[in-house]
Nanobody
Framework: DVQLVESGGGSVEAGGSLRLACVVS????????LGWFRQRPGKERERVAT????????TYDDSVKGRFTISQDNAKNTVYLQMSSLQPEDTAVYYC???????????????WGQGTQVTVS
């Protein structure tokens, strides 16, 4: 079975930083896409950042460019999301996702983690 397990969420003051981690198991880790999505209260799930597991390309939503960084450690089958300069509007449940290509829509991803809450006050 494919499993994605997120960690690292929490509460932080505006301007602070958090790093999320997602450990991926049971997945063909290569030539595929890993991403972070978030769902803010009352909003649809939206893409935050994606990365191809072969390191070819990363993509960021405009709202997080320059503040968030997605990275991966293939040896640990882990993808990270370093979040800096956090703002209250970043408050959301953050989900790790895996799919065959790095598309912008959640429906394009086959596997999901359980989500981790990030609250910025």
């Amino acid at each position: 079975d494919v499993q994605l397990v997120e960690s690292g969420g929490g509460s932080v003051e505006a301007g602070g930083s958090l790093r999320l981690a997602c450990v991926v198991s049971g997945y063909a880790y290569g030539g595929n896409c890993l991403g972070w999505f978030r769902q803010r209260p009352g909003k649809e799930r939206e893409r935050v950042a994606t990365i191809y597991t072969d390191g070819r390309r990363t993509t960021y939503d405009d709202s997080v460019k320059g503040r968030f960084t997605i990275s991966q450690d293939n040896a640990k089958n882990t993808v990270y999301l370093q979040m800096s300069s956090l703002q209250p509007e970043d408050t959301a449940v953050y989900y790790c996702a895996a799919g065959s290509t790095c598309g912008p829509y959640s429906r394009g991803y086959n596997y999901w983690g359980q989500g981790t809450q990030v609250t910025v006050s």
